[in-house]
T-cell receptor
Framework: AQTVTQSQPEMSVQEAETVTLSCTYD???????LFWYKQPPSRQMILVIR??????QNATENRFSVNFQKAAKSFSLKISDSQLGDAAMYFC???????????????FGTGTRLTIIP | EAQVTQNPRYLITVTGKKLTVTCSQN?????MSWYRQDPGLGLRQIYY???????DKGDVPEGYKVSRKEKRNFPLILESPSPNQTSLYFC?????????????FGPGTRLTVT
């Protein structure tokens, strides 16, 4: 079974600065997908970024980027130019690539609460 | 407005009293899923459904049942709730598989079982 670990329960960053959230995972599979989700105080879950394990290039979405290290099974999220609206709980998640259609089981980490300091 | 709705939003019940948490989406999404969120444990997937009459277990299905008789509805049933099922529950839906489609989450249902 796959596991996802987020070792930082809480992080804080000064507004406009850069912060990196850590995520490691354990799997015996060679192909899979990784996600970062954001959960603001409203509790809605928002997909931030997605990475396919077969792609060597790190995914980026505007101010959000990942550092995907497949050999180390590491998938960190970097937020540049942090804004007050980035304050939220961030979850890392894993999905197997076995059975592309129909195997929609997601395994989440425990989350990192990010505080933005004005 | 496109949305996922859950009812009730808050529920306090007693051990053993059957309950149903409803989930409905108005986006014609094929995929729906239930999660529970607990402090220190993050989100854990309970069940998911790829389409009508197609459901599958997530990581923590014990003690729960689901059904998908209509595309828009995906109720979560607790036949005999126990205190360890006290949690915050989220329903989610997606147009298709999670590889290519974002999940839309409902507002959550806070359940307390005494």
């Amino acid at each position: 079974a796959q596991t996802v670990t987020q070792s930082q329960p809480e992080m804080s960053v000064q507004e406009a600065e850069t912060v990196t959230l850590s995520c490691t995972y354990d799997t015996s599979e060679s192909d899979y997908y990784l996600f970062w989700y954001k959960q603001p105080p409203s509790r809605q879950m928002i997909l931030v970024i997605r990475q396919e394990a077969y792609k060597q290039q790190n995914a980026t979405e505007n101010r959000f980027s990942v550092n995907f290290q497949k050999a180390a099974k590491s998938f960190s999220l970097k937020i540049s130019d942090s804004q007050l609206g980035d304050a939220a709980m961030y979850f890392c998640a894993y999905r197997s690539a076995i059975g592309d259609f129909g195997n929609e089981k997601l395994t989440f980490g425990t989350g990192t609460r990010l505080t933005i300091i004005p | 407005e496109a949305q996922v709705t859950q009812n009730p939003r808050y529920l306090i019940t007693v051990t053993g009293k059957k309950l149903t948490v409803t989930c409905s989406q108005n986006m014609n999404h094929e995929y729906m899923s239930w999660y529970r969120q607990d402090p220190g444990l993050g989100l854990r997937q309970i069940y998911y459904s790829m389409n009508v009459e197609v459901t599958d277990k997530g990581d923590v299905p014990e003690g729960y049942k689901v059904s998908r008789k209509e595309k828009r509805n995906f109720p979560l049933i607790l036949e005999s709730p126990s205190p360890n099922q006290t949690s915050l529950y989220f329903c989610a839906s997606s147009f298709g598989g999670l590889l290519y489609h974002e999940q839309y989450f409902g507002p959550g249902t806070r359940l307390t079982v005494t």
